[in-house]
């Protein structure tokens, strides 16, 4: 039956050879278990616990998600293939659902990388520089959304009241808290590009040429800093909205305040955070316990 499946992929569907491969080793893997488990199973006599019992072993050997499903989907494409040429009187893969795919834990500057840019780091006093330091403690600080730091005006950061009006997503507006440094630095780039840059925008971050910095150079401006103190490959603006709302939640914040400081309307958006937290809680657990890593 395999390989009449095969050669239909092969002559009639015009599948590719690689396709035609992994479909074969999936069905051969799956033909192996159950045959292991019973010699008189059939392909006629397999049922739905038997292929849910295949895909609960390979997630056990630690397949991913993905490629579970993608066995899975090989046997699905069998038995159509075998009920429509009454090799079989039932098709048991039609109603398996696959496990799902484990969503990627948010990344995050480590607070010793932070310090280190920002601190350690010779800075010139040049606008760039002043520029490029200032986004880096906003973003970090205050855990905007790139399209919101480049949709700031002069006008929504107010020093007397130590808080910004952030415009995020469907237009809704949000007040966001700032202390000592970032209104230092604030203050500092404000005065630097008032005397360094000709204003062509209300805009507060500006480009070189006095117009609203787009998404892009806040991107590639973000990436350039952090690549000097971490070797991540995500090193953009999103990554340090990460680090913010991880720091918060490792430093005592509660989850319904780092909610409403983010912007985001579901509390289960935010308890993303908590995973990451956990995990560095599972990784100092392993490194500094005695027998942590046992």
Known sequence: MIDQFLDYLRYERNRSQLTIARYERSLHDFQEYFQERDSE?????????LIRGW???LVDKGNKAT???????????????????KLV?????????????????????????IDELLDQQ??????KDVRARTIIILLYEAGLRRSELVGLDDKDVDFDAHQLKVTGKRNKQRLIPFGGELETALKHYVEVRNQQVERNSDALFLGNKGERMTGEQVYLEVRAQLSKVTFMKKRSPHVLRHSFATAMLNHGAGLEDVRRLLGHE??????????TTFEQLKRVYNDTHPRGGK
């Open 41 to 49: 199973i059939t392909w006629q006599t397999v049922d739905a616990d």
């Open 122 to 127: 010779q800075w010139g006093d040049n606008y």
């Open 89 to 113: 009187s039932r098709d048991p893969a039609y109603q398996i659902v696959g496990p799902k795919k484990q969503k990627p834990l948010p990344q995050f500057v480590k607070e010793s990388e």
């Open 55 to 57: 895909m609960e072993t």
């Open 266 to 275: 579901s509390l289960q958006t935010t308890e993303i955070y908590t995973h």
């Open 67 to 85: 490629s579970v499903n993608a066995d899975l989907a090989a046997l699905r494409s069998f038995y159509r293939f075998a009920l429509a040429r």
